[in-house]
């Protein structure tokens, strides 16, 4: 049981730095529903109140998102936002906060969601460019539907998402070393 629900806590996390509204929505209305306990205080988003806001806020992202340099300036915002999400949705799942220090918990979420952030704000104007800004609505529908997955995953099937993480994490060592032994063939 620990285990997934730190399995659980890094997909939501992670989740989070993509978009912080969709891994925070799906915990609020799961959490409603009966289908997730969270941690107090953070059981305070399953209230209407919070879903509603939450609601708003990730329609508004939604849209903004979609929009070449307007993006730009929603990744600026998000910079504060994502992290803060992530940390919550870490330390928010049950069990989670009481194995561990909260403000460990709050720690390494925000340090994920930091991360998988930092990484979509890097490659999002390389993106705009290339595509003259055709691309951003392409990737930032990508971003949400990961998003979207990653948090159904961690919520109701963690075994499953630590497979598929792994999986990737191998897929992306194993072309890292074929690129290094490519450089090294034709260095030699």
């Not at 220090?101 to 890097?122: C, E, I, N, Q, S």
């Not at 948090?151 to 690129?179: E, K």
Request: aromatic residues 6%.
């Amino acid at each position: 049981m620990a285990l997934t629900n730190i399995i659980t806590a890094f997909g939501l996390a992670g989740a989070a730095g993509l978009n912080a509204y969709i891994p925070l929505l799906i915990v609020a209305v799961v959490g409603k529903l009966g289908l997730l306990k969270l941690s107090e205080p953070f059981d305070i988003l399953t209230t209407w109140p919070a879903i509603i806001i939450l609601t708003v806020l990730l329609i508004i992202e939604f849209v903004v998102d979609k929009i070449p340099g307007a993006d730009h300036v929603n990744d600026v915002v998000q910079t504060f936002v994502r992290p803060a999400a992530g940390a919550i949705l870490f330390a928010a799942n049950t069990g989670v906060v009481t194995g561990i220090d909260p403000t460990v918990a709050l720690g390494l979420g925000l340090v994920l969601a930091f991360g998988a952030h930092a990484a979509r704000a890097a490659a999002r104007p390389v993106v705009n460019v290339s595509t003259g800004g055709i691309g951003a609505p392409v990737m930032s529908v990508l971003e949400d539907v990961t998003s979207a997955t990653t948090s159904l995953l961690a919520i109701f099937l963690p075994p499953l998402l630590l497979i598929i993480v792994l999986l990737i994490g191998y897929v992306v060592w194993r072309r890292m070393q074929r690129r290094r032994t490519a450089r090294a063939v034709d260095a030699a």
